[in-house]
T-cell receptor, first 113, second 115 residues
Framework: DTAVSQTPKYLVTQMGNDKSIKCEQNLGHDTMYWYKQDSKKFLKIMFSYNNKELIINETVPNRFSPKSPDKAHLNLHINSLELGDSAVYFC????????????FGPGTRLTVT | AQSVAQPEDQVNVAEGNPLTVKCTYSVSGNPYLFWYVQYPNRGLQFLLKYITGDNLVKGSYGFEAEFNKSQTSFHLKKPSALVSDSALYFCAVRAPYSSASKIIFGSGTRLSIRP
């Protein structure tokens, strides 16, 4: 069984559109994350979220919003997509704050044209 | 502000030889240090961490890393490289007692092991 899954795997869209990426984990973890990996492979955390608190990286534009319908899901919604949003987005989860026990999803490659 | 640097974009090693992937950091206080590996088209996998204790930390797949406080380094090492070790490696640092959202990743080092 896949521990952390993301859909879609690939997403190609035009500038100005709104899109969502879905993430689900079946590990019973209470903390989930979104990371962005740019074309140079630089990885940056965007959000961490548990059932108590959303922590936002202050460099993330407010066009990006995480949405968590329940503890096992953390979706990423992006409004008014820009060319610079093209990247691979990784979802991850962990028990509590344990980054050393993070499990990462396979990634979603977003291409904005 | 905390930061982490991986000075080498790519490291090339022959199979069977020892390998080192370099990482230096800057953080206030005693750091929490991590190494992750990313195989093609996959998410990151945790390799090892240093929080406190012995400066030499052993992790998955035969990797180890040595915390050197005076040099502010946390280099990843393996005595004998395998072709299957070829991947992208990330060093990460987090200030003590900070949340997971404060973790900072290095720019990554691509490790290539030739047969």
């Amino acid at each position: 069984d896949t521990a952390v899954s993301q859909t879609p795997k690939y997403l190609v869209t035009q500038m100005g559109n709104d899109k969502s990426i879905k993430c689900e984990q079946n590990l019973g973890h209470d903390t989930m994350y979104w990371y962005k990996q740019d074309s140079k492979k630089f990885l940056k955390i965007m959000f961490s979220y548990n059932n108590k608190e959303l922590i936002i990286n202050e460099t993330v534009p407010n066009r990006f919003s995480p949405k968590s319908p329940d503890k096992a899901h953390l979706n990423l919604h992006i409004n008014s997509l820009e060319l610079g949003d093209s990247a691979v987005y990784f979802c991850a989860s962990s028990p509590g704050d344990r980054v050393d026990e993070q499990y990462f999803g396979p990634g979603t490659r977003l291409t904005v044209t | 502000a905390q930061s982490v640097a991986q000075p080498e974009d790519q490291v090339n090693v022959a199979e069977g030889n020892p390998l080192t992937v370099k990482c230096t950091y800057s953080v206030s206080g005693n750091p929490y240090l991590f190494w992750y590996v990313q195989y093609p088209n996959r998410g990151l996998q945790f390799l090892l961490k240093y929080i406190t204790g012995d400066n030499l930390v052993k992790g998955s797949y035969g990797f180890e890393a040595e915390f050197n406080k005076s040099q502010t380094s946390f280099h990843l090492k393996k005595p004998s490289a395998l072709v299957s070790d070829s991947a992208l490696y990330f060093c990460a640092v987090r200030a003590p007692y900070s949340s997971a959202s404060k973790i900072i990743f290095g720019s990554g080092t691509r490790l290539s092991i030739r047969p």
